[in-house]
């Protein structure tokens, strides 16, 4: 097992800012990169900041950086979600995971100290599996 752990985040706005900004505080998480279609996005500029990789292109990511443990995706987009699936069925990729938004919003909540999970910003996202 690596001692580290190589992240991609994908959706730098309302969800993916507030993971971004728990990340940076931790050594062992690697942020590979960040894409958002908002290059203005609050998480966009952080990570920029910060000298990691940024783009609007998700895919991007994927290509320029190599491997990736986690991907963490919270853009509410569903062509996003078949798009990385068929990217990591394509390249062979059998270890690379995919988070799903529930867990970001745990993880957030669980960061934050709230008392109730945070609420979902994209109630339509069910899954990779759709």
């Known amino acids: 097992m690596a001692d580290t752990v190589r992240v991609a985040l994908f959706g730098a706005g309302r969800t993916g800012t507030p993971l971004l900004k728990e990340f940076l505080k931790y050594k062992y998480i690697t942020l590979v990169g960040v894409a958002d279609h908002n290059p ?3 998480g966009i500029r952080l990570a920029a900041k910060q000298g ?3 783009t609007t292109k ?3 990511v994927l290509k320029k950086t ?3 443990d986690i991907i963490i995706e919270v853009t509410g987009d569903k062509k ?3 798009q990385l ?3 990591l069925l394509k390249t062979k990729n059998k270890r690379t995971i995919i988070m799903h938004d529930l867990i970001a919003r745990l993880f957030i909540s669980v960061c934050t100290k709230k008392s109730k999970l945070i609420p979902s910003l994209h109630p339509e996202d069910i899954g990779i599996g759709a």
């Open 40 to 42: 203005r996005a609050a």
């Open 52 to 54: 990691i990789f940024t």
């Open 58 to 60: 998700p895919m991007e």
């Open 66 to 68: 190599g491997d990736v």
């Open 80 to 82: 996003l979600k078949k």
């Open 85 to 87: 699936k068929t990217y």
